[in-house]
Structure formats: C-alpha cells, structure tokens
C-alpha cells in the first residue's frame, strides 16, 4: 500500500452489535464516495450478536481480532483490545479512525489511534449522563473519547452542548441526527420489501393476537442483583394481567436468565425466546404497544415507531426522549415499573401524549452528513 493511499484510508473499528447497527449505515455511504479506501475491523467483543448484524448489513470485515473469551474481565479485556488494535492500525497505516459510542472497543480504539497520531472520529458523540456509574463503564468509556476525537458527530443538539462545556472546540462538532435512525428505517423498508426476513415472529403474533404486547429488553450491568430482581418481580406482575402479552427477548448474561428463570417460569402471556436479529428486532418494535427496557438505543429506535419507552434506570444519557416525551425513567423500583406501565396500559391519554410526540433523535439522514464531513476532510 502507497503512502497516498494510507493518507485516504478510512478505519472503522467496532467490536458489539450496537455500534454494527449504528455504523453500517455510515460504512455504506463512504464506501460510495470515490477516492476513499474503507476497511472494517471488528473486535467481536459481542460475538454472535455482533455477525448477525454484520451479515444482514452484508458487511464482510476486513480484519477480524475474535476477542470474545467467556467471563473476560474489563481489565483483560481492555488490555487485549489496546495490543490487538494497535497492532491492526500499525498495518493499516490509516488517515482516520472512526469509532461509534461507549463501548470498551470504542475507548481503546480511539487511544490506539491517539497513541499513533491518527485523527479519530467519533460517531454519536457527546451522550452524557452526568453520573459515572450509570451508565457503568460506558459513561467513562465516552468521556474519554472525547478529548481524543477531532470530529465529533452529535446526534442532538443537547449532545452537542454537553462537549461544549467539556470545552471541546466548537468547530469539531457537528449535530448530525443519529445514525440508527438511518438503520432502523433501512432495515424497516427492507423487511416490507421481503417479510420473510422477520417472519421467526409469526408464531408469537398469532399467539398474542388480541392482546397488547409490552416488549422487555433488559441487560445492563447496573441492574445486575437486586436491580434485576424488581425487574422479574415487576414483569410478573405486569403478566399477570389477561390483556397483555410480554415479549422477552432474554439477554445471554446468566446474571439476567437465572433470575428470570426464578420468577417468571413458564407463563402462557409471557414469550421469553432467544435474542433477535436486527430485523426481527424492529418487527417487534412494530408489534410492540409499548417498549420497557434498560437499553440506550431502544430509547432512539422505539420513538421513530411511535412506541412510548419506559426506561428501567435512574438517569440517561438521553434526556432529549424525556424532555420531547418519548421516553419516561422508572428506574428498577418494582412499583415504579409496574405503575408505570398500567397508566400507559389504562389511560389513553397518557398513552397518545407519548406515542405522538415528536422524535428528538433524526430523520434518517445522518449517515450522508457524517459520510460528507470526512470525505471534505480527506478533500474527497
């Protein structure tokens, strides 16, 4: 590889399924501009979750480091990323690198390409909660980011305030909308185009026909003990209800599956059923009536569908949702969560004022702009 071609090489690094979701968008647009080498490598900090994404994108990596170990500490983990992405940027000899979020793989990209001198953009920049534990380690992962990147990509403009008072310069950033819009509405399009790509939720349609479905995602490690012990206790209560079906894609994590084998059982109107792909994920986002769930993303995705969110932890780095009123904290409080979920169930006005709002985090359209801030970069 020539020098010049160095200079104009774009490095993508991501390691989870969120930051593939989030990312393919933006890999698809420049991978269209001319004069741009792109090359994807992925850390597959979450492994299965991570190649599900990657190959309803059609994304192939380039470089594949396979990091996954069970049980891994952050430390260890932390430390293979930083040997093991230094090594992939010392061969790839990149002009830019671009990481997505807060995950471990997002942090130490952006170090290793610090300690290289390689510009490093970041990709949903400027999510701040306000509280170090919570969201814990990610709310640490992004501060650090931020000081690294010289392009930073806002997905609001509340986002964007936050880095302004970290004193990051003004002129790096740039209030793009947020790129899982861009994904969620593809893959939306995509699955009308070809039904057969979500068609593993058939079954459950049928079974909850009649009912109002409250789809549960939960998995953050916050919540683990007793966090997640009021979750199970609130689900419970919340099925024991005749008109409502609960959707429960059950995370792997055995700190979440053992405690909801303990208090859910089997239940005829609960479906507990293996993690979705991306496709059958957004299905059942439109099944959903309404969404309860500890996620950052969901709190994005579930308004682009008029989905009201009732989010299981006590901040987020997304008070653009809870200010626009898509989204409302009942942290993990058993009877928090459960009144929570009977107003929006019971009242149809509290249910309307949320699924109508208007949703705060883009049009669909983020991926282009971000797309045409590095190609100018590189005078593509």
Known sequence: M???????????????????????????????????????????????????????????????????????????????????????????????VIVQGDTATAMVG??????????VAHVEAGLRSGDI???????????????????HFAPTETAAEALRRENIDPATIHVTGNTVIDALLATRAAIAADPAMAAGLDAIAHRFAGKRIVLVTTHRRENFGEGMESIARAIQRIADRPDVGVLFPMHPNPNVVAVMDRHLGARDNVARIDPLDYPHFIRALDLA????????????EAPALGKPVLVMRETTERPEGVAAG???????????????????????????AMARAHNPFGDGHASQRIARIVADGFGC
């Open 2 to 96: 020539t020098a010049a071609a160095a200079q104009k090489t774009v490095l993508f690094v991501f390691g989870t399924r969120p930051e593939a979701i989030k990312l393919f968008p933006v890999i698809r647009a420049l991978r269209e501009t001319p004069g741009l080498r792109v090359r994807t490598c992925v850390t597959a900090q979450h492994r299965g979750l991570l190649d599900q994404v990657l190959a309803i994108a059609g994304i192939s990596p380039d470089i594949d480091l396979d990091l996954m170990e069970p049980g891994q500490t952050l430390d260890r983990l932390t430390a293979r990323l930083l040997t093991g992405l230094g090594e992939v940027m010392d061969a790839e000899r990149p002009g830019r």
């Open 326 to 352: 898509t989204a409302r904290l009942v942290g993990t409080d058993t009877d928090r969560i459960v009144s929570g979920i009977f107003t929006l169930l019971d009242d149809s006005h509290a249910y309307s």
């Open 289 to 300: 009536h309404l969404v309860l769930s500890d996620s950052g993303g969901v709190q994005e």
């Open 110 to 119: 952006a170090l290793a390409a610090y300690y290289r001198r390689v510009p």
């Open 133 to 151: 534990w919570q969201p814990w380690p990610e709310e640490v992962n992004r501060r650090i980011v931020a000081p690294i990147a010289d392009q």
